[in-house]
Structures are given as structure tokens and as C-alpha cells.
T-cell receptor
Framework: KAGVTQTPRYLIKTRGQQVTLSCSPI?????VSWYQQTPGQGLQFLFE???????NKGNFPGRFSGRQFSNSRSEMNVSTLELGDSALYLC??????????????FGPGTRLTVT | AQSVTQLGSHVSVSEGALVLLRCNYS??????LFWYVQYPNQGLQLLLK??????LVKGINGFEAEFKKSETSFHLTKPSAHMSDAAEYFC??????????FGAGTRLTVKP
């Protein structure tokens, strides 16, 4: 069974631009969560989607948004990029909602660098 | 709200030596506890988790962890380190299905 895939793997953007990251979950998984990982703040939860609906949201500004499609694939968008948005963005899929109830399977991440 | 503290951002052991990675948590309710491993350029992988029942939890790759309520700890151990264990390890705590907090991580180095 194929794992979680994320595209692109690496991205360089300029301040003020916007970016869209993509995540394809494991087949049959309907929940997708997004995390931001930085050396200073560690792993921080962004949001979780299930059945095309955002079910949970972390403490991030509105510049961070996401969506989920009917095939469970998910995208996250960051608008008006700031230097502090440079991070590894991880996507995780699971069978259903409840990140502590259902094992999360993580993708390799997208490394975003904002210059 | 729950929180988790990992003692030691870097731990170095010799190959064959005991691995001990420390995790302490705070939670107002019985927590779920997790250990994840992250290899370079990869996402996180679940090593083991504690929900209820037996306090000694065995995971993959020979790792185990013991839930000690009185000490609010969930330390990760492995009797004999292997070079392939070099990675970053994250402890996580959850006191509700929709919430999970990760520790800052501990980078494990294994010396030959």
C-alpha cells in the first residue's frame, strides 16, 4: 500500500507570495492533518480535515488555509508569505477523525523556504 | 491543557549501549501517550503508544516505554542501541481525541 505523498518536496518562495502544498493520503484514509515543524517551535498542529470539512484547527493566522477534496486529497495554502513561515510542512493521514485514536501516518514533508 | 517535556535535546550513546530518552507530561485527565521517530528527510513514524491497561508498552524496533503515573513520565528505552536508531524522537500527549501535543524532540546519536 502506498504511503502518504506530499508535493512538492522542496519549495523556495519570496516574501509576500502565496504557496499551495499538496498531500495524498493512504488509500482508504479519510482524515488528513497538517503540521508545521520548525527548530524553534517544534511540531505545531495546523488543521485537520475529514470528509471535505475542517474538523479541528490549531492556533495559526488566517493566512494559513486548507481544503480537502472528495478523494481525500488535501491542499494547504499560505498567503502573503513571511520569513517565519519557513518550515517543514508535514501531512498525516488516518482512518478517521481523532488524532489520538487513529494512528497517523506521516508523509515526508514539504520543505518551504521563504526568502 | 496537557503539555509534554522532553529532557535533553541531544542524547549520544555508543552502539550496543542502553538508550534512555526521557519524557514527562502534564495532564488533568488520564492521558494517551505516544513516541514517534523521525529519520532524516522523512516524516514521523509511530513507535508505540499507551492508552490504557499495561503500563509497559512494547513498540517497534525493540523500543519500549513505561507509563509511570506517580512520576508523570513515559520514558523510552532500548536495551542495545544500533546505528540505525540515530534519529529524532518525539514524545506526544493527548487528553482528548482531537488534541495532541508534541514535545520538542530529542536527537539521538549512536557512536560506533
Amino acid at each position: 500500500k502506498a504511503g502518504v505523498t506530499q508535493t512538492p518536496r522542496y519549495l523556495i518562495k519570496t516574501r509576500g507570495q502565496q504557496v499551495t502544498l499538496s498531500c495524498s493520503p493512504i488509500s482508504g484514509h479519510r482524515s488528513v492533518s497538517w503540521y508545521q515543524q520548525t527548530p524553534g517551535q517544534g511540531l505545531q498542529f495546523l488543521f485537520e480535515y475529514f470528509s471535505e470539512t475542517q474538523r479541528n484547527k490549531g492556533n495559526f493566522p488566517g493566512r494559513f488555509s486548507g481544503r480537502q477534496f472528495s478523494n481525500s486529497r488535501s491542499e494547504m495554502n499560505v498567503s502573503t508569505l513571511e520569513l517565519g513561515d519557513s518550515a517543514l510542512y508535514l501531512c498525516a493521514s488516518s482512518l478517521a477523525v481523532g488524532r489520538s485514536l487513529y494512528e497517523q501516518y506521516f508523509g515526508p514533508g514539504t520543505r518551504l523556504t521563504v526568502t | 491543557a496537557q503539555s509534554v517535556t522532553q529532557l535533553g535535546s541531544h542524547v549520544s550513546v555508543s552502539e550496543g549501549a542502553l538508550v534512555l530518552l526521557r519524557c514527562n507530561y502534564s495532564s488533568s485527565v488520564p492521558p494517551y501517550l505516544f513516541w514517534y521517530v523521525q529519520y532524516p528527510n522523512q516524516g514521523l513514524q509511530l513507535l508505540l503508544k499507551y492508552t490504557t491497561g499495561a503500563t509497559l508498552v512494547k513498540g517497534i524496533n525493540g523500543f519500549e516505554a513505561e507509563f509511570k503515573k506517580s512520576e508523570t513520565s513515559f520514558h523510552l528505552t532500548k536495551p542495545s542501541a544500533h546505528m540505525s536508531d540515530a534519529a529524532e524522537y518525539f514524545c506526544a500527549v493527548s487528553d482528548s481525541p482531537d488534541d495532541m501535543r508534541f514535545g520538542a524532540g530529542t536527537r539521538l546519536t549512536v557512536k560506533p
